[in-house]
């Protein structure tokens, strides 16, 4: 293994570590902040509009400075905005930091997958998603041991900036390494404006496919939990534990997935994850036995795992590689714009219905998935 690769595998475990840090906090800082717990949604919202937005200027930061720097100066964003937050004593603040955070994950998102989607294997994809997995599960641990250790959230937020800004200064260090691995395709990459974009035959389709599985990912993550309570009756200690294990599907998934990408290709590993996602949904749809539907979440999971980085990783032999960082930016942007729609659009039609919907709006979702990927691969003549 490269040296460069052995860095960005760094750089997925890294960036995976603050994901998750707001929502597992958020119960003891928003007391602290004295503010309503539904604020959280503020700042959610703040960060997702900045990814949507360096998402979509990705390709043509990334022309004019490279995909290293772009890179290196994301994850900078990063860690001055974690680093913000530790010194954060208000509601605010905290807004206020959600610029830079947002602005440099969708940057360093998009350059990243775009940049691992032109120079490695499948394989390599899945692994390093597999990576993120196990850095957005470390994050919570080390904000658990920050707040035993003195019961003060800032520093959980401040270990995990020291964290990004040793790997900022690995990233500068390694800048010569990602210039050597540029190839002719990068070179003749220009920026492509977003009307544009969209009209290239099956951007649309895979721009929407990334909005279904996104929003798969999210309102399950959002809504597992409380539909178990509520709606099959489960205990909450029990459900919480299976709902959090739908995420540890996709972290497993993942790591296998890297294996199974040896063996077939990015459409058939894309195509075994909605298989398995329909079986998942098949044991969570049955009315009666409580532990079918429970183990259907870790089911969904591991069939979620191959989806998002099959889809990045076909980009370049689908549409070229000198437009995949203007398409991967666009479809980045796409599963921003999924993650904050959907999952809030259930719980307000959830006022008024209750529920119940959940598990056929990931239906409806993982339907329309299959539909726009078969479409996808007509339109670009895969068989």
Not at 57 to 64: E, F, I, P, V
Not at 109 to 121: I, M, P
Not at 216 to 233: H, N
Request: proline share 4%; charged share 15%.
């Amino acid at each position: 293994m490269g040296a460069l690769l052995i860095v960005i595998y760094m750089a997925f475990v890294s960036l995976g570590l603050p994901d998750s840090l707001l929502g597992s906090v958020w119960p003891i800082m928003y007391k602290d902040l004295n503010v309503p717990m539904s604020r959280s949604g503020i700042i959610f919202m703040i960060v997702s509009f900045g990814t949507i937005v360096s998402s979509l200027n990705s390709d043509r930061l990334t022309k004019r400075f490279g995909s290293g720097k772009v890179t290196a100066v994301s994850v900078a964003l990063t860690m001055i905005a974690l680093l913000g937050n530790s010194l954060s004593h208000s509601f605010i603040e905290l807004c206020f930091w959600a610029v830079p955070y947002g602005l440099g994950a969708g940057s360093v998102d998009a350059t990243l997958n775009n940049y691992v989607a032109l120079h490695y294997r499948s394989s390599h994809m899945s692994w390093l998603h597999c990576m993120w997995g196990i850095g957005a599960s470390i994050g919570p641990f080390i904000m658990s041991w920050a707040l035993k250790k003195n019961g003060n959230w800032h520093l959980g937020y401040r270990i995990i900036s020291m964290i990004q800004l040793a790997l900022t200064v690995i990233l500068f260090v390694s800048l010569p390494k990602w210039k050597e691995k540029k190839n002719k395709e990068e070179e003749k990459a220009t920026h492509i404006p977003l009307k544009d974009v969209v009209k290239i035959k099956g951007v649309l389709e895979i721009m929407l496919a990334f909005f279904c599985y996104c929003s798969i990912e999210q309102t399950t993550g959002l809504w597992a939990s409380g539909w178990l309570v509520k709606i099959k009756g489960i205990d909450e200690v029990r459900a919480s534990a299976f709902a959090a294990l739908y995420f540890t599907g996709i972290t497993i998934g993942r790591a296998l997935s890297g294996f199974l990408a040896y063996r077939f290709d990015d459409r058939k590993m894309i195509r075994l994850g909605e298989t398995i996602i329909l079986s998942g949904l098949v044991c969570i749809l049955q009315p009666r036995n409580e532990d079918l539907v429970l183990y259907g979440l870790v089911i969904l999971g591991l069939g979620s795992a191959p989806i998002f980085p099959s889809l990045i990783h076909s980009i370049p032999s689908l549409f070229g590689k000198d437009r995949s960082q203007s398409i991967i930016g666009v479809q980045m942007a796409s599963a921003y714009a999924g993650n904050i729609t959907t999952p809030p659009l259930l719980g307000y039609v959830a006022r008024y219905t209750g529920l119940g919907l959940f598990p056929y709006c990931l239906l409806v979702l993982a339907v329309l998935l299959i539909f726009l990927h078969e479409r996808l691969c007509a339109i670009t003549k895969e068989k």
